[in-house]
């Protein structure tokens, strides 16, 4: 047995021994955090996932000797270790789990302590409150309230926390109040072992529209290079001999070379310019 679990109980050897299986089962090994997630949550994200992933509950010190001795960059899993852990073994690759886990979240009202994920905006306009002491709960949060037409209404949109910042108990309550659900529950993909390397998710949000759309400019700027610095491929050859005869035709023209091709398009220039310095004359 490993330096790492010499001096550990048998059950917690056992633990260690079948989470180093799973990690040799599965192409993927994941940490993911489940800070938040209500049980019932939990077990429905269990169900979801049965078939394309397996969810393991473990202690973070037996996550950490486990990681140990498979080899593992311990320090940079150490550091997501903090709280409620879970590992998460799939044989998908790690931009699909996260996406996957993404797709599970679900939006949760706010408790005190909690950190905003992004700014948290209340817009402007009319609630469900008749008038009476919300006016001055939402005033004492800095919501600019007021009684308009027999409603209370947000006379002005307003962040009311900034991304990355505490959520106090007054502004949760408020928030829960007018139904904003700022925080994001579900699995969170804190960091993926696969074939050999680490995925933090950093790496792993990948906006695919933007993604799509970047390959398609690059597409369009490779191909405009390819014509305009006449380097043939089987996809712009078609197109720089088409820009060829174009240019060709139109210095025919300007200089007037009487060839069968371009007579029609130089006589019908002369004629233009006949016209037009006749419209002068005249």
Known sequence: MALFTTHLP????????????LSKEYKLTGLVDLHGIPASQLQQMRRDLRGNAVLKMSRNTLIEHSFGELGGDIEGVKKYLDGQSALIYTDADPFKLYKKLQDTMTKMVAKAGDIAPEDIVVPKGPT???????????????????????KVVIRDTKTVVKAGEEINAKMADVLGKLDI??????????????????????????????????????????????VNAAYPTATTAEAIIGKAVREARNMAVEAAIYEKDVVDLIIGRAQRDALAINSIVE
């Open 181 to 226: 659900r700022p925080i994001d529950v579900g699995l969170s993909l804190q960091i993926a072992f696969y074939e050999g390397s680490f995925f933090e998710p950093s790496v792993l949000a990948v906006d695919e529209t933007e993604y799509f759309n970047n390959v398609v400019l690059a597409a369009q700027q490779a191909f405009n290079l390819s």
């Open 128 to 150: 469900a409150f008749p008038p009476g002491p919300i006016v001055g709960t939402l005033q004492q949060a800095g919501i600019p309230a007021a009684i308009e037409g027999g």
């Open 10 to 21: 048998q059950w917690k050897k056992d633990e260690v021994e079948q989470i180093k299986e």
